[in-house]
Every structure is written in C-alpha cells, then in structure tokens.
C-alpha cells in the first residue's frame, strides 16, 4: 500500500492520497505561532466516498458531501515536549516516544521507538534524509518507508510518498501517518535552525 502526498507539498500541509487517487489524510498547520509553537491537525477522510483529487491538489475546499474528522493534533512547542491530542486526550511525546541509538545533529538524529495501538514495538529510524519505520525486535522488518518526491532530473519523476509493508490494521496506520507527520516537521524545524545558525556564523565572519 502506498499513501501520495500531493505534488510539491510538506507532509505537514498536505493531502495524502491512495494510488486510486481517493484522499485518505489531510494536514494542515491551523495554529501558527510566532514563537515556534505551531499545531499541525491531521484529519482522516474514510474511503469509499467517490471523491477523487489530482495529483497537485492539496486542498479539498469546495468538495460536497464528503465525510471528514479530526484524527489528531500536535502541538510544536520550543522549551517543552512536543503533545499529541488525540480523541481529546493529551500525550507529551517524550513520555510517548523513547530515544534510542547515536546521537545526531542537535540531537535529533537519535531513533524514535514507540508502541503501537496493537501493543507491538516500533522504530523509526531517523536517517538523514528519509525515515523509515521498522519492528522493534529481533526480525527488525521494514513496516514503513519515506520516499521523497523526485523532479525527474537525474532520475524517473516521482511523488513524494509513504510506502507500507504487510498487513496492517487501520489504527496501526493512523498513528504511523500521524508519527510521522510529527517528525518530518520537527526535523524541517531543525534544519532551519541549523540553517539559520550557519548563516549567522558566516555573517560574523564577513
């Protein structure tokens, strides 16, 4: 199974499609603060519905008749842990997520273990361009993988998406999608930061 998001898209903002082209998720960033404290709402669009979109569209406004509702929410925060809202109840994600392997720039590069709704054990690997989800456990089988989106410069053009492996239960699919979510945009933040502290290091030295 593989989960699309729309072309030219953030995983943060974005519509996620089937390989039918039937939405399934929606994200969007509906607090922005500017101290850092941004709340991504991810929201689940049931299949089934007879909907369709293109593949650049990122927004679904001005669809009728179609069935969506809030799956979860977190909420980016600078000085403390990041929090999930999900069915109204709050998760700080460090009591939600356990860091594990070498440390990585800032600290984030470090794996993310958590477990799922089935009780099982997961762990993404945070890499350092793409993560990629795997079990927890001895096997370590490969459950879900980031492929970036491709221009088709160097390589056949493609669109950014989630690729799943084996047979997994929806809710199970739910958290992976809103996981992951979560962690490609704490890495986004990351990266401008370190950006921005480049350029100011470079500034000094001008």
Known sequence: MRLILAKGTSPWATILRTEHGEPAYKTEVTDSSSSGGDTTTVYKIPLGQGVRVEPDQASITGVSNLTIFELA????????????????????????????GLEGWFGYGRDRVWTGPDGVRYRWKIKDTKPELYLNDGDKRLVTKFHRE???????ACPASLEFFGQLTQDLVDMIVLTFVHLEKKRAEYEKAGTEAAAESLGSLA
Request: proline share 0%.
């Open 73 to 100: 929410t977190v909420k980016m925060r600078v000085l403390h842990s990041d929090e999930y809202t999900i069915n109204g109840r709050s998760i700080k994600t460090d009591s939600f997520y356990k860091k594990e």
């Open 150 to 156: 491709h221009s088709g410069f160097f390589s056949e």
